[in-house]
Nanobody, 124 residues
Framework: QVQLVESGGGLVQAGGSLRLSCAAS????????MGWFRQAPGKEREFVAA????????YYADSVKGRFTISRDNAKNTVYLQMNSLKPDDTAVYYCGYGYFSSSYDAASTYNYWGQGTQVTVSS
């Protein structure tokens, strides 16, 4: 089992920044990926960003490219999502996922474990 604990959400004005953290513990995989997804009320969970542990390759949704940065600290088994130039459309619950890396890194089904979610609200 893998446990994920997210933190860092909150309320911010448009144009502001937040940094989310996701700490993994338990029986972790050596070739994993960690991803961030978000879900707004009434909408499907959507891919935001992912990072592959073995190569540090990063992947982003078009809607956040150039504004969000995903990074990791292997020693702490923690992944971060730095979010800059936030927009009201970024408002959602953000979830961290953990699973074996695959070419479907942008699919929620790739991730076996999920955190509890952290609310991000961007006011206009």
């Amino acid at each position: 089992q893998v446990q994920l604990v997210e933190s860092g959400g909150g309320l911010v004005q448009a144009g502001g920044s937040l940094r989310l953290s996701c700490a993994a513990s338990g029986r972790t995989f050596s070739t994993y990926a960690m991803g961030w997804f978000r879900q707004a009320p009434g909408k499907e969970r959507e891919f935001v960003a992912a990072i592959r542990r073995s190569t540090s390759s990063t992947y982003y949704a078009d809607s956040v490219k150039g504004r969000f940065t995903i990074s990791r600290d292997n020693a702490k088994n923690t992944v971060y999502l730095q979010m800059n130039s936030l927009k009201p459309d970024d408002t959602a619950v953000y979830y961290c996922g953990y699973g074996y890396f695959s070419s479907s890194y942008d699919a929620a089904s790739t991730y076996n474990y999920w955190g509890q979610g952290t609310q991000v609200t961007v006011s206009s």
